[in-house]
């Protein structure tokens, strides 16, 4: 099977600080990988509501993911700080890709790369929905 690769690009419109807890750390004593996707999902979360959206209410419409990717760069330790820096990508009819970095605030390193798809959806009829003009409105990156 190839390697899982995850280009990124230069600019993140928005980031954030987590800080990496005992409960976060697996047998190894380095960030476990499913703490990863509960450290993707709170960062997520927070970029949302910066955007005056939550999970659950995209102007009118929820998200679900529907694949998720990581690729990992180097350990984290419980007590680290890591910048989670988010933007989209791949927008398309019913949904987008959701990129991730997280890197290490003391040293810089990179620890992992992460993308997330996600699909909008109505859970009151558990159907997928297009994707909300107000959300393209909000993260639409300027021309330059």
């Known amino acids: 099977m190839a390697r899982i690769k995850i ?19 697996n047998y190894a004593g380095h960030l476990g990988n499913d703490s990863v996707f509960s450290l993707t999902h709170e960062a997520r979360e927070r970029f949302l509501r910066s955007l005056g959206f939550r999970e659950d209410d995209v ?15 180097s350990e984290a330790f419980p007590g680290e700080v890591l910048r989670v820096e988010i933007t989209v990508a791949d927008i398309y009819r019913k949904g987008c890709d959701v990129l991730y ?4 605030v003391e040293d810089g390193r990179e620890v992992a790369r992460v993308k997330t798809g996600i699909v909008f959806f109505d859970f009151a009829t558990r159907s997928m929905v297009s994707t909300p003009q107000a959300f393209l409105d909000a993260v639409r990156v300027p021309a330059a």
């Open 101 to 104: 970095r997280f890197s290490c």
């Open 7 to 25: 280009p990124l690009p230069e600019h993140f419109p928005f980031q954030t600080e987590i800080t990496v807890r005992i409960t976060d750390a």
């Open 59 to 73: 102007d009118g419409a929820g998200i679900i993911m529907n694949d998720a990717a990581v690729m990992y760069r």
